[in-house]
């Protein structure tokens, strides 16, 4: 099994990231905790030329993004065109508007994503589905997520599996990487704590109640090549601080 590589989200920095000189600031930051690679996402206005240097001058690779289904249905030559630029394979959506989630929303996102996806892979590059937890809602007896898994052909369409938010939805991390075994090349790491008060909470990867050796086990067996850690929310600590205790301890696992 080879070990998946560590890489950064930046949609956990997304304050950082509203102008050039920011984004240039933000990718040296990253790369200094010592990632490699990052997702592209929550980024201003910025030429993407401006990011490929930024990112190349930084030694960080773009090997994902988050786009907008609507720039996948009505912009996807220039979508293809900035993913060649970034030599980024693994395009994916951060979600899908709330008509899409009921039991004919399934068939017509697979409908729509048919001619998407045959696009992509002429172009060298896959499409991943990242979740939240609205997701594992059942429309009869089937999480949505499991019948969009289901009802697709695996060359047609990946998962991005979100450790939080599967816990949030009440399903078992590990179990959803292990059901879209070899369709998952990208797994958003961020853990999941419960406050005295209560509340449920983001946390960095390993600070939390998450049962990371079941699931980076479970994501070496099905083929997962990106850990990309994400937090939506810090608490007030910095940002940056969250990413690079992440990735301490997933190093200290022996990830890289």
Known sequence: MTKPAIGAQLYTLKEYEKTLPDIVATLKKVAAIGYTT?????????????????AGDAGLRIVSTHTSWTRFLNEL????????????????????PKDYFCAEGVKRFLDELGPIAEKLKNAG????????????????????????????????????????WIAAGGGDPADWIK???????????????????????????????LNWDAILNQAEKSGVEYLLVEQDNCYGRD?????????????????K
Request: aromatic share 12%; with cysteine.
């Open 38 to 54: 990052v997702q592209v996402s929550g980024f201003g206005p910025a030429d993407p030329k401006d990011v490929a240097r930024a």
């Open 125 to 164: 590059m896959d499409f991943s589905y990242h979740n939240h937890n609205h997701e594992l809602a059942k429309y009869g007896r089937k999480t949505w997520l499991a019948s969009i898994c289901d009802e697709s052909d695996p060359s047609v369409l990946k998962a991005e599996i979100d450790t939080y």
């Open 239 to 255: 940002p940056f601080e969250s990413l690079a205790i992440s990735y301490n301890n997933l190093a200290s696992w022996g990830y």
């Open 77 to 96: 030559d220039q979508v293809i065109a900035e993913h060649k630029l970034w030599k980024c394979f693994h395009p994916a959506i951060g979600g899908l």
């Open 179 to 209: 059901r879209w075994a070899g369709r998952i090349p990208l797994l958003h790491c961020k853990d999941m704590i419960a406050t005295k008060e209560r509340e449920q909470r983001f946390a960095e990867v390993g600070e939390g109640n």
